[in-house]
């Protein structure tokens, strides 16, 4: 079965600062996996994906994720934080048995400090 | 940009009512999901629709449970008598083709407060 572990519930950077967010995930199969970011009051919005092309993946808002099979880990990074970055981010995974439903992580929440 | 829209964005009921969630789902998408997120947990998959019929459901998805695309355009999930742990937030998706590696787009929510 596929999963996903978000490391940190909640993550605190100043504007400016570099953003790691972690995620790691556990597949038998090749995996294929997802970042949403969630904004307050609002639904999920797709940051990036991994489909098995390149393994860095650039997302929207100057987000990007590595993957990285040797370390089982797909960290989104953005180089400088800023205000409107502050929101929910989920780490996904994409189904392997036969259906097509997203299993998520359990989110890390980024604070970002003036 | 096409989106998912959902209706209403906050339902409040009684409990052992039925409610009626209701999405409309990206037009050209022939895939249907349904999620929930209860406060403070993670988001867990509902339900999958396509081709009128259910692909796929989780054991949260119990006879409580039904989904519906009861004309071109609207996909709903109906609670038929709920309870207080349903109270939660309420996601709707669709995605173009049915593949693991096809964007599903998510609506905005229905929160739904069951007291």
């Known amino acids: 079965a596929q999963s996903v572990t978000q490391l940190g519930s909640h993550v605190s950077v100043s504007e400016g600062a570099l953003v790691l967010l972690r995620c790691n995930y556990s597949?038998?199969?090749?995996?294929?996996l997802f970042w949403y970011v969630q904004y307050p009051n609002q639904g999920l919005q797709l940051l990036l994906k991994?489909?098995?092309?390149?393994?860095l993946v650039k997302g929207i808002n100057g987000f990007e994720a590595e993957f990285k099979k040797s370390e089982t880990s797909f960290h989104l990074t953005k180089p400088s934080a800023h205000m409107s970055d502050a929101a929910e981010y989920f780490c996904?995974?994409?189904?392997?048995?036969?259906?097509?439903?997203?299993?998520f992580g359990a989110g890390t929440r980024l604070f970002v400090k003036a | 940009e096409p989106e998912v829209t959902q209706t209403p964005s906050h339902q409040v009921t009684q409990m052992g009512q039925e409610v009626i969630l209701r999405c409309v789902p990206i037009?050209?998408?022939?895939?249907f999901y349904w999620y929930r997120q209860i406060l403070g947990q993670k988001v867990e998959f509902l339900v999958s629709f396509y081709n009128n019929e259910i692909s796929e459901k989780s054991e949260i998805f119990d006879d409580q449970f039904s989904v519906e695309r009861p004309d071109g355009s609207n996909f709903t999930l109906k609670i038929r008598s709920t309870k207080l742990e349903d109270s939660a937030m309420y996601f709707c998706?669709?995605?173009?083709?049915?593949?693991?590696?096809?964007?599903?787009?998510f609506g905005p929510g229905t929160r739904l407060t069951v007291l």
């Open positions: 998706a669709s995605s173009q083709v049915g593949s693991r590696t096809d964007t599903q787009y």
């Open positions: 991994y489909t098995s092309a390149a393994t």
């Open positions: 037009s050209n998408h022939l895939y």
């Open positions: 996904a995974v994409s189904d392997a048995t036969g259906g097509f439903k997203t299993i």
């Open positions: 597949s038998s199969v090749p995996p294929y």
